[in-house]
Each structure stands twice: as C-alpha cells, then as structure tokens.
C-alpha cells in the first residue's frame, strides 16, 4: 500500500506564493509519476501538473509560468510552488501517484489540501 501525505495549503491573496508538499509512504517503485489535481466546487477534477521519475513535467495551460513542479525521489516527496496566485486557483488539491509495479499499474491519492485565493 502507499500513503500520500499533502502539506502547505491555506488562505492567499491574490498575487501571493505557497508552496505544497506531498510526502509518498509505502510501497514506493522507482518507475513513477507524482501529480497535482485540483477540484474546485461544481466542477470536475483536473490536472495541474505532473513529474515521472525521469523528471518530465506537465502542466495545465492555466497555470503554466506560475507553478512549478518538482520532486525529491530520495524523500519520495514532490512539491508545487504556486506562485502568482488567481482567485480561480482557489480548489482542493490533490497529489497523486501512478506507479508501474509487477503486477501492472496502480494510482493513489492523497486526501487533498485546500487552497484558498481571496483578499
């Protein structure tokens, strides 16, 4: 099993920085990839960004220029630095993980962190 531990949400004002760290616990395989989603109320859950363990990143146009993904594989942690911060970034974010194991794939979720963007 795998745990995924979110840390580092809270209430910004616009224009504002924070940074969120997921720490991954458990059965951890090297071949990897550890996300952001975010869902805000009424609408669906969408990517934010993604690294694999070969360190490519993906991010969502919207917030592509303002946040950073990154991840220390020796911690099993990846952050998102938020930077330029819009009231619509305002969701719970979620941190994710796909692993290739021997039995095939496999996702976990974390238990999400809000983010909150208002003045």
């Known amino acids: 099993q795998v745990q995924l531990v979110e840390s580092g949400g809270g209430l910004v004002q616009p224009g504002g920085s924070l940074r969120l760290s997921c720490a991954a616990s458990?059965?951890?395989?090297?071949?990897?990839?550890m996300g952001w989603y975010r869902q805000a109320p009424g609408k669906e859950r969408e990517l934010v960004a993604a690294i694999s363990s070969g360190t490519n990143t993906n991010y969502a146009d919207s917030v592509k220029g303002r946040f950073t993904i990154s991840r220390d594989s020796t911690k099993n942690t990846v952050y998102l630095q938020m930077n330029s911060l819009k009231p619509e970034d305002t969701a719970v974010y979620y941190c994710?993980?796909?692993?290739?194991?021997?039995?095939?794939?496999?996702?976990?979720w974390g238990q999400g962190t809000q983010v909150t963007v208002s003045s």
């Open positions: 994710n993980l796909i692993q290739t194991t021997p039995r095939g794939r496999s996702g976990y």
């Open positions: 458990g059965s951890i395989f090297s071949l990897n990839t």
